[in-house]
Nanobody
Framework: QVQLVESGGGLVQAGGSLRLSCTAS????????MAWFRQVPGKEREFVAA????????HYTNFEKGRFTISRDNAKNTVYLQMNSLKPEDTAVYYC????????????????????WGQGTQVTVSS
């Protein structure tokens, strides 16, 4: 089992940047595929990006269009989401998630594909 803690959210103006971090407990972080999702009230949790166990492969959803970058540092048990050129529509609670059983991240794009979740961090982008 792994526990995930997100940080780095906050209030930023449109066009600005934020870097989210998600730190995992335990010694097996490198055995988990990791992902970021986001959610706004009244909507389902939305896939943002995923990264394979060793960080070799990444996968993004279409809306990011090169603005977001997922990365990980297994030595620090941490996965990151660098978000640039932020827009008001990026406002949401951002969650990191871990999958312990599959590294085929291209198909791990729904919330039910992940077993472990952090508590979320709020990102608010003002216009």
């Amino acid at each position: 089992q792994v526990q995930l803690v997100e940080s780095g959210g906050g209030l930023v103006q449109a066009g600005g940047s934020l870097r989210l971090s998600c730190t995992a407990s335990g010694r097996t972080f490198s055995s988990y595929a990791m992902a970021w999702f986001r959610q706004v009230p009244g909507k389902e949790r939305e896939f943002v990006a995923a990264i394979s166990r060793r960080g070799i492969s990444t996968h993004y959803t279409n809306f990011e269009k090169g603005r977001f970058t997922i990365s990980r540092d297994n030595a620090k048990n941490t996965v990151y989401l660098q978000m640039n050129s932020l827009k008001p529509e990026d406002t949401a609670v951002y969650y990191c998630a871990a999958n312990p059983t599959s590294d085929t991240i291209m198909v791990l794009t729904t919330a039910r594909d992940y077993d472990y979740w952090g508590q979320g961090t709020q990102v608010t982008v003002s216009s």
